[in-house]
């Protein structure tokens, strides 16, 4: 029950995380804020966990772990609340009539590509008083908002796992957990989710649809990306219920349980007792071989793949002329689906050649490494030039 339990769990963060960043391109334009601001906001998110990381996982696994984890699956869905909140509180988004060239801006196209829609003029000049502001301060409610979804996904993972070690036997605690992190098909799940509510525009169900002149590919569409964060804040409150159903802790696999008066007896302990070891633990993680070539990996695989994954669907839109919905499609199809199969296959072959912790973390340390060198082979891709009438093309389409 726990393990169906933390995959559903694992696939409500997951699915929400995946569809805020295939959202980030959408959320850019609705605000009207800069790409550098946009990045700010996807890394609050790891701000908010860092804030509570630590503590969690050192007080956590001393508490009920199942109620803890309940709790982070209610906070993420508030913040996924915050994040949509925005949405009902500005006015009706509009869309310029008029493209005006902006100056440093990755957020628009200022000249008109071929495959754009032709509806508007494009101004030579740009007139005075009409300097590119922010659209609007609620952009700090998405931040705030994901923030808070951070610090609510905190106690899924390391909460969750050590759960599952504690009553499996050493042999089988790989196959288990990898079982459960095959719930990272919330990824794929949030990008497909993604794709879709980037078709639908942003008032959907506020306005009358067929007044709207603009299609998926012009640079001014925006996605109803409110509606795809309201339905993962759903996702992530229900699978926080089953949580508050599950005892402390579970007898050992293959034992009778035995555990119910040590689970007693630990939860008489003072806190004083439990914060004593607290600093001296620190001290010792930091000693720890194989936990500092852990740190590593994770550094060296958020930083190569994290960076892909949240801006791939602007890359895509803007340097293939793909709407949004495409782009997250594609990035969905191509990408994700490996990412489950890795985790599967990784626990099973753990499990078959017996493969201890140093060893698997030597094995992911230099995977991780080969992975992230991989990355660098992008900047030898050279792609044509998008076709931009009057500077690549004749306006009649011809190239110059």
């Given at each position: 029950v726990f393990l169906l339990a933390s995959s559903?769990?694992?696939?409500?963060?997951?699915?929400?995380?995946?569809?805020?960043?295939?959202?980030?391109?959408?959320?850019?334009?609705r605000f009207n804020i800069p790409a550098s601001l946009v990045g700010i906001i996807n890394g609050s998110f790891e701000i908010g966990?860092?804030?509570?990381?630590?503590?969690?996982?050192?007080?956590?696994?001393?508490?009920?772990?199942?109620?803890?984890?309940?709790?982070?699956?209610?906070?993420m869905s508030f913040g996924?609340?915050?994040?949509?909140?925005?949405?009902?509180?500005?006015e009706r988004y509009q869309y310029e009539t008029i493209l005006l060239p902006l100056e440093n801006s990755l957020s628009s196209n200022s000249m008109c590509l071929i495959n754009q829609s032709q509806s508007s003029t494009h101004m030579e000049k740009q007139p005075a008083g009409c300097e590119q502001k922010f659209g609007s301060l609620m952009w700090?409610?998405?931040?705030?908002?994901?923030?808070?979804?951070?610090?609510?996904?905190?106690?899924?993972?390391?909460?969750?796992?050590?759960?599952?070690?504690?009553?499996?036997?050493?042999?089988?605690?790989?196959?288990?957990?990898?079982?459960?992190?095959?719930?990272?098909?919330?990824?794929?799940?949030?990008?497909?989710?993604?794709?879709?509510?980037?078709?639908?525009?942003?008032?959907?169900?506020?306005?009358?649809?067929?007044?709207?002149?603009?299609?998926?590919t012009d640079a001014r569409w925006?996605?109803?990306?409110?509606?795809?964060?309201?339905?993962?804040?759903?996702?992530?409150?229900?699978?926080?219920?089953?949580?508050?159903?599950?005892?402390?802790?579970?007898?050992?696999?293959?034992?009778?349980?035995?555990?119910?008066l040590s689970s007693e007896n630990q939860s008489k302990q003072k806190m004083d007792e439990i914060t004593k070891?607290?600093?001296?633990?620190?001290?010792?993680?930091?000693?720890n071989p194989v936990y500092m070539l852990f740190v590593c990996i994770t550094v060296i695989q958020f930083s190569a793949f994290n960076g892909?994954?949240?801006?791939?669907?602007?890359?895509?839109?803007q340097q293939y002329g793909k709407s949004a919905s495409e782009a997250i499609f594609l990035i969905a199809v191509y990408n994700l689906p490996v990412i489950c199969i890795g985790y599967f296959l990784g626990s099973l072959l753990m499990?078959?050649?017996?493969?201890?912790?140093?060893?698997?973390?030597?094995?992911?340390?230099?995977?991780?490494?080969i992975e992230y060198l991989i990355y660098f082979a992008a900047y030898f891709t050279v792609c044509e030039n998008s076709p931009v009438a009057g500077l690549t093309v004749s306006y009649e389409g011809y190239v110059l």
């Open positions: 559903f769990a694992y696939l409500a963060k997951s699915m929400s995380g995946a569809y805020l960043k295939s959202m980030l391109t959408q959320i850019e334009r966990n860092l804030l509570t990381i630590t503590l969690v996982s050192y007080f956590g696994a001393k508490l009920h772990r199942p109620r803890l984890i309940a709790l982070g699956c209610t906070v996924c609340l915050l994040i949509s909140l925005p949405h009902f509180l500005m700090l409610f998405v931040l705030i908002g994901n923030i808070i979804r951070g610090i609510g996904e905190t106690p899924i993972v390391p909460l969750g796992i050590s759960y599952v070690e504690d009553f499996s036997k050493a042999e089988n605690s790989p196959l288990y957990i990898g079982k459960s992190l095959t719930a990272v098909i919330g990824p794929f799940l949030g990008f497909m989710l993604g794709s879709y509510c980037a078709q639908l525009y942003v008032d959907q169900g506020f306005i009358d649809i067929e007044k709207v002149t603009i299609t998926l925006v996605g109803a990306w409110w509606l795809g964060i309201l339905i993962c804040g759903s996702v992530s409150f229900l699978a926080g219920i089953p949580f508050c159903f599950l005892p402390k802790s579970l007898s050992k696999e293959g034992q009778t349980s035995d555990t119910e070891d607290f600093i001296p633990f620190l001290r010792s993680l930091f000693y892909m994954i949240s801006f791939m669907p602007k890359y895509v839109e499990k078959k050649f017996k493969v201890n912790t140093v060893q698997a973390a030597n094995i992911a340390f230099w995977i991780s490494l």
